[in-house]
């Protein structure tokens, strides 16, 4: 039926009751007959998501884009995707830009060891200009490292390689699964999800909580949820199964 492709925090999931509702509603689909496609797309790292699933009521995704579009995994087989590490690996150099960063003399903190990866450069950087982010991003570039910098909820910043966000990924994950771009679905509910609602053709939800900076970067035709988290999402996807297969929530 469709590729859904989330983000996990303030999306689906602030808690154990919004779990339980998202995953109540995804086992009706999965029940359905023609089951979608599960990606969960999250800044989390990959450890770190598969400790949140395997703790809470989560319904099991049929793959994780983990770490901001740097890392894939197919979550039935338990294996990377390393084709998509061979897609970022141009250009690109972790010990760089994190020695940049480090003598760039800005009020910057480098987030723990378990938030990076060898594609994923993070920081926190709070309350912070684009002009000052844009600095950064000239230094770097100015190294001859090709980087872009995903700047969220006013304090993270992560700099990763040029091909690497969530909508690149989620993208290039479509192409090898065959799925056209019109048949992929995306939510979200901050900056660092904006790339997923600029895939060409796709469709997106944004809940109700979502950042200014979301509803200011993407287009008009994204459902704006009128229900915050989970509740939007479930909002989103009803109301695009109703538009396309108007009885599929008829008994029997």
């Not at 910043?157 to 056209?180: F, M």
Request: aromatic share 10%.
């Amino acid at each position: 039926m469709f590729l859904f492709s989330t983000d996990i925090d303030g999306t689906i999931y602030d808690g154990p009751e919004t779990a339980e509702r998202f995953s109540e509603f995804w086992q009706r689909l999965r029940d359905s007959g023609t089951p979608p496609v599960l990606c969960y797309n999250t800044g989390r790292s990959l450890a770190d998501t598969r400790d949140l699933i395997s703790r809470t009521s989560l319904p099991e995704p049929d793959y994780i884009i983990a770490g901001v579009g740097t890392e894939m995994f197919h979550f039935g087989q338990e294996a990377m995707i390393p084709e998509w590490g061979d897609e970022l690996s141009g250009g690109w150099d972790f010990e760089i830009v994190k020695t940049i960063v480090l003598e760039s003399g800005v009020d910057i903190e480098m987030q723990p060891p378990e938030c990076q990866n060898p594609f994923k450069c993070s920081w926190f950087f709070f309350e912070k200009e684009p002009s000052e982010i844009e600095a950064l991003g000239l230094a770097i570039a100015e190294a001859g490292v090709q980087a872009q910098l995903v700047y969220s909820s006013n304090r993270d910043l992560d700099i990763l390689p040029c091909g690497a966000n969530k909508g690149n990924a989620i993208g290039w994950l479509a192409d090898k699964l065959g799925t056209p771009t019109e048949n992929v679905l995306v939510a979200g509910d901050s900056g660092n999800d904006a790339s997923m609602f600029d895939l060409k053709n796709a469709s997106g939800i944004v809940v109700s909580n979502a950042e200014p900076a979301l509803f200011a970067a993407i287009a008009e035709r994204h459902f704006r949820a009128t229900d915050p988290c989970a509740d939007g999402v479930i909002e989103g996807i009803t109301l695009r199964i109703e538009t396309l297969h108007p009885d599929f929530f008829q008994p029997g």
